[in-house]
C-alpha cells in the first residue's frame, strides 16, 4: 500500500494555449496494462482555467474544494465540492475558478477500450515472374 498526500505532490503547470493558473497531479500513474482510464486533480488558482477544449473521451469531474463554473458552447454551471458532473466526449468544454479560493477538482477520463489488432499473415505468393 502506497499513501500519497495531495500537498506534497508538486504537479505540473499546464502549459496549454488558453490554460491560465493550473496545476495538474496524476491520480492514476502511467501504467501500460490499463490504457482506457486515466485520472487527475486540477489545482486552479482564483480567475484561472483550463483551455477551451474537447476531446473523443468522457470526463467525471467532482469538485474536492471550492467552486467551479462549466462553460460549454450551451450553457456555463456552477458545481460545488462533493457534486460530480459528467462531461460527455465532443463537448467543448472548459473549467473555471471564479471564485478567490483555490479550486481543486478530481478528473476522470474514460477512453474507448483499445482495440488489439491482431496481426494476420500475409497470403503465400503462388505467382512467379520470369525474367
Not at 2 to 7: D, S, T, V, W
Not at 81 to 90: C, F, K, L, R, S
Not at 111 to 126: A, D, I, R, Y
Amino acid at each position: 500500500m502506497k499513501i500519497r498526500k495531495l500537498n506534497e505532490e508538486p504537479g505540473e503547470i499546464e502549459k496549454e494555449v488558453g490554460s491560465l493558473a493550473v496545476n495538474s497531479v496524476d491520480v492514476v500513474l502511467k501504467r501500460s496494462d490499463f490504457d482506457a482510464f486515466s485520472s487527475r486533480i486540477l489545482r486552479i488558482e482564483p480567475g484561472g482555467h483550463t483551455a477551451y477544449h474537447m476531446h473523443l473521451r468522457e470526463h467525471l469531474m467532482m469538485v474536492i474544494r471550492g467552486t467551479c463554473k462549466i462553460e460549454t458552447d450551451a450553457q456555463s454551471i456552477e458545481v460545488k465540492e462533493a457534486q460530480i458532473v459528467t462531461v460527455p466526449p465532443n463537448m467543448s468544454h472548459r473549467f473555471v475558478n471564479p471564485t478567490s479560493e483555490r479550486l481543486v477538482i478530481l478528473i476522470m477520463n474514460f477512453f474507448e477500450e483499445s482495440k488489439t489488432v491482431t496481426p494476420q499473415p500475409l497470403p503465400e505468393v503462388t505467382d512467379k515472374i520470369d525474367r
